[in-house]
């Protein structure tokens, strides 16, 4: 420390303390601003892990009530035999006595929008199920639902897939 001829010290120390201080606050508003920003993505994937969760369990209450109504109908007569392969569908109760029934469109449920896929199923000379080629099996249908959302304007979803098969047959 420099001290002026009268003993005091020097007048710099003021100036240094005020440089410490900006440094001082400096550094904590970069740590604020980091750990904001570490707060607002955990926030967003709170968020986004929460609709995912929401979105999977429609996806498996559908793929359940599918499998219900496949059980409750007669596959070529009025049950998934008799579906247009590639048409969106959705499921609802409906009918006294109440059943499930599959109706051409798509659903949204709580911001959430569900649509169910049937395909026609492929299979080669070993029975085994094939895209290309092969001949068409009629008593298995390929199934996959699809729930879908926007989240600060992005589109996420979740997909389902399954194979059900006429096990009356």
Request: hydrophobic letters at 40%; zero cysteines.
């Given at each position: 420390?420099?001290?002026?001829?009268?003993?005091?010290?020097?007048?710099?120390?003021?100036g240094i303390?005020?440089?410490?201080?900006?440094i001082?606050?400096?550094i904590?508003?970069?740590?604020?601003?980091?750990?904001?920003g570490?707060?607002?993505?955990?926030?967003?994937?709170?968020?986004?892990?929460?609709?995912?969760?929401?979105?999977n369990n429609i996806?498996?209450?559908?793929m359940?009530?599918?499998?219900?109504?496949?059980?409750?109908?007669?596959w070529?007569?009025?049950g998934?035999?008799?579906?247009i392969?590639?048409?969106?569908?959705?499921?609802q109760?409906?009918?006294?006595?109440?059943?499930?029934?599959?109706?051409?469109?798509?659903e949204?449920?709580?911001?959430?929008t569900r649509?169910?896929?049937?395909?026609n199923?492929?299979r080669?000379g070993?029975d085994n199920?094939?895209e290309?080629?092969?001949?068409?099996?009629?008593?298995?249908?390929?199934?996959?639902?699809?729930v879908?959302w926007?989240?600060?304007?992005?589109?996420?979803?979740?997909?389902?897939?399954?194979?059900?098969?006429?096990w009356?047959?």
């Amino acid at each position: 420390m420099f001290q002026n001829q009268s003993g005091n010290k020097s007048s710099n120390q003021k100036g240094i303390s005020i440089i410490e201080i900006l440094i001082v606050i400096s550094i904590i508003t970069i740590s604020l601003t980091s750990l904001l920003g570490l707060v607002s993505f955990s926030l967003n994937a709170a968020v986004l892990t929460k609709q995912t969760f929401k979105a999977n369990n429609i996806a498996q209450e559908s793929m359940e009530q599918i499998r219900n109504f496949r059980d409750l109908t007669q596959w070529s007569t009025d049950g998934l035999g008799i579906l247009i392969a590639g048409t969106n569908y959705y499921i609802q109760k409906s009918g006294a006595p109440l059943r499930w029934q599959l109706i051409e469109g798509i659903e949204i449920i709580d911001g959430f929008t569900r649509k169910i896929v049937f395909e026609n199923v492929k299979r080669d000379g070993s029975d085994n199920i094939i895209e290309i080629g092969g001949y068409y099996d009629e008593n298995t249908k390929k199934i996959t639902v699809n729930v879908s959302w926007q989240e600060r304007n992005k589109e996420h979803q979740v997909e389902l897939v399954t194979y059900l098969t006429n096990w009356r047959q």
